[in-house]
């Protein structure tokens, strides 16, 4: 089992810059896929991006692709998502995800069982 905490979020102007990070505890956050998802008011939770338990693999939705970044150190259990070139439309609650099974590059919300309290994202035109 893990417990997630997601920190760093904040507002920011168009165009700028945020790094979010989330600190895991358990003893095997290194098996675990991870995800980032996000939700904006009155929206469903969408998919924004994953990383395979060893880091080596990487997805993201269309809308970010090209300005997040995932990344994983699972010697300090941390998981980070970098935004760059923020847009009003990135608004949102952003929230880290682990499946509920290990060593499963999950897909679906469906498929994770594990999530952080959420971390508020604001984006000013």
């Known amino acids: 089992q893990v417990q997630l905490a997601e920190s760093g979020g904040g507002l920011v102007q168009a165009g700028g810059s945020l790094r979010l990070s989330c600190a895991a505890s358990?003893?095997?956050?290194?098996?675990?896929?991870m995800g980032w998802f996000r939700q904006a008011p009155g929206k469903e939770r969408e998919f924004v991006g994953r990383v395979s338990w060893s880091g080596g693999t990487t997805d993201y939705a269309d809308s970010v692709k090209g300005r997040f970044t995932i990344s994983r150190n699972n010697i300090n259990k941390m998981l980070y998502l970098q935004m760059n070139s923020l847009k009003p439309e990135d608004t949102a609650v952003y929230y880290c995800?682990?499946?509920?099974?290990?060593?499963?590059?999950?897909?679906?919300?469906?498929?994770?069982?594990?999530w952080g309290q959420g971390t508020q994202v604001t984006v000013s035109s």
């Open positions: 995800g682990a499946p509920k099974s290990t060593y499963y590059y999950a897909q679906s919300i469906d498929d994770f069982g594990f």
């Open positions: 358990g003893r095997t956050f290194s098996s675990y896929a």
